[in-house]
């Protein structure tokens, strides 16, 4: 079900299988992304999205099969500085206030002087959290945490934003202002990997891939999935695949 693609590749998977213990994550998974998608992995908590971007952004490594990103097989450490990650758990420093945070990241991305303190307030104000810099991390609300988590992924401007249910926690306003703002970063060239089991967001992606028991049920814009499924909605399509048992791409 995979479309022909003629842009350069930004990540692409072959048979890949993921593994622990005796339970099957990630079973035959294939799927390429090109440079400037915006593509979503779209399943329920259990499914396999985050064990999958998890061997994407070389955390974690396959048992079988190969995940090349932005040329370059992976893991690879030197790529580290061109993605950017947010995990499904905020990794931030309790003790420190959010512009610490932002400062201690962007220092390890190689960010300095005038360069880190323009980032950091470009970040700072996509996700609105400028007013609430100097506050201790560990006083953020959850969503604040996620906001603070997606202004880290995007300081460096990498070429490869990977975002594991980026807006969960995050009021509906806000929401429509970071998708605004994604929809923008890819047309710049960035390349988005997300995941999220919201409905409405996986309409506005430009490919989805339906994730259900470790496998891809189906790849393609949200519009042609509902068509060739003769559904009305992503939500009763992924629903009817399930049912039908899927045909992996």
Same mark, same amino acid.
């Given at each position: ?104 990241? $962007? &220092?390890?991305? /190689?960010?300095?002087?005038?360069? #880190?303190?323009?980032? @950091?307030?470009?970040?700072? *104000?996509?996700?609105? %959290? ?7 991390? $560990? &006083?953020?609300? /959850?969503?604040?945490?996620?906001? #603070?988590?997606?202004? @880290?992924?995007?300081?460096? *401007?990498?070429?490869? %934003? ?30 988005? %990997? ?56």
């Amino acid at each position: 079900m995979l479309e022909s693609i003629s842009h350069p590749i930004a990540v692409e998977a072959a048979g890949i299988v993921r593994k622990f213990g005796s339970q099957t994550i990630l079973n035959d998974i294939a799927l390429t992304i090109p440079r400037g998608e915006l593509f979503g992995l779209l399943g329920p908590s259990g499914s396999g999205k985050t064990t999958f971007i998890k061997l994407i952004t070389g955390i974690d490594q396959a048992d079988r099969g190969r995940i090349t990103v932005l040329g370059e097989e992976m893991p690879q450490l030197r790529l580290l500085a061109k993605i950017g990650y947010m995990a499904q758990s905020d990794a931030l420093y309790n003790e420190l206030t959010g512009k610490q945070n932002l400062e201690f990241f $962007g &220092a390890l991305y /190689g960010l300095k002087g005038q360069k #880190l303190k323009t980032r @950091i307030q470009a970040a700072a *104000e996509l996700v609105d %959290l400028h007013p609430d810099l100097s506050k201790q991390t $560990g &006083a953020y609300s /959850g969503g604040m945490k996620r906001r #603070l988590s997606l202004a @880290i992924a995007l300081l460096h *401007e990498p070429e490869l %934003l990977v975002l594991d249910e980026p807006t969960v926690g995050i009021d509906p306003a806000l929401r429509q202002t970071i998708w605004s703002e994604l929809s923008q970063l890819t047309r710049s060239g960035v390349t988005i %990997l997300l995941t999220t089991h919201v409905m409405d967001e996986a309409n506005k992606c430009d490919r989805l891939g339906l994730i259900r028991g470790g496998k891809l049920i189906a790849v393609g814009a949200p519009q042609s999935i509902i068509d060739q499924t003769g559904c009305s909605t992503i939500e009763e399509a992924f629903i009817a695949l399930g049912k039908e048992g899927g045909d992996p791409q």
